[in-house]
């Protein structure tokens, strides 16, 4: 299978002008082959945002957004992950992706850690993981920028099946660290696909580092970004590879279980309040 990352500079506030790009980027990709695509976050709004600038941004889901992406998929006849603005029916605003087939909107998921950063000072977070996307590609996890810095979300999306995480990020100029180390440790510690799309350009205050990355399930790099412009990358996969958990170095002598010489029993710290 083919997927790729897109790394983009959204518009600013200008979900039209986006929604063009995106329309124009999904057609270079078709006509490659690609059968999966991810974007990064805020790419249809823009990241440095107020609360009010993005409560008028913000739609429901399903909404007039997810409808016009899903037409999109259809156009092009492929499967993306997008990051967007959403506005629950509680009124809350979220940072939210929305993954989109041509058969319709398969899922979406909502931010779980918000950094002090952009417009998640003012958004609420989500309040779940998952769940794992069965589809015709293959069983996909999302995750949302600094969900990535916490080793727990991308382990959850492994255990509950996941065989490539797709990540939309807005990672900052100064957050080498995620390209460099993060990514990869969270592919090779649950032996998964690993694709992470990245913006780059300048917003307000904000520069943002580019780097996007395709890993997997060993933890190496397929395929990076550069840190300033626009491009694609785009390789080939098979998922079915994250499901075989095992690694064997020297039969009988040297082997590793990622998933079964885990001892749950002892991580019981893991979910307790932060001081208890």
């Not at 002008?17 to 329309?23: E, G, K, M, P």
């Not at 993306?80 to 506005?87: A, D, H, T």
Request: glycine share 10%.
């Amino acid at each position: 299978m083919r997927i790729a990352t897109v790394q983009m500079e959204p518009v600013w506030k200008d979900q039209g002008a986006n929604l063009a790009q995106v329309d124009r980027l999904l057609g270079e990709l078709a006509a490659q082959g690609v059968r999966l695509a991810v974007f990064p976050e805020c790419a249809l709004s823009g990241y440095e945002l107020t609360l009010d600038e993005a409560s008028h941004l913000a739609h429901p889901l399903p909404g007039p957004q997810s409808s016009a992406l899903v037409d999109l998929a259809q156009k092009h006849g492929l499967f993306f992950q997008i990051g967007l603005l959403e506005q629950g029916r509680d009124g809350a605003i979220y940072n939210s992706c929305v993954l989109v087939s041509p058969g319709g909107l398969v899922g979406s998921y909502r931010k779980t850690h918000l950094p002090y950063l952009g417009v998640d000072r003012y958004l609420t977070p989500g309040e779940q993981i998952g769940p794992v996307l069965e589809t015709d590609l293959g069983r996909l996890g999302s995750l949302i920028c600094y969900d990535l810095r916490f080793p727990e979300p991308a382990r959850v999306l492994a255990l509950l099946g996941a065989q490539i995480i797709l990540v939309s990020t807005a990672w900052p100029a100064s957050a080498h660290l995620y390209p460099e180390f993060l990514a990869r440790a969270r592919a090779a510690e649950n032996g998964v696909y690993l694709a992470a799309a990245n913006r780059i350009g300048r917003e307000g205050a904000g520069t943002y580092l580019g780097r996007s990355l395709i890993i997997n399930p060993s933890g190496s790099v397929l395929a990076e970004g550069s840190e300033d412009r626009a491009e694609v990358l785009i390789c080939d996969i098979a998922a079915d590879e994250s499901d075989e958990k095992r690694r064997i170095f020297i039969p009988g002598e040297y082997e590793l279980d990622l998933f079964g010489d885990r001892r749950p029993e002892l991580y019981g710290a893991l979910v307790q309040e932060s001081g208890a």
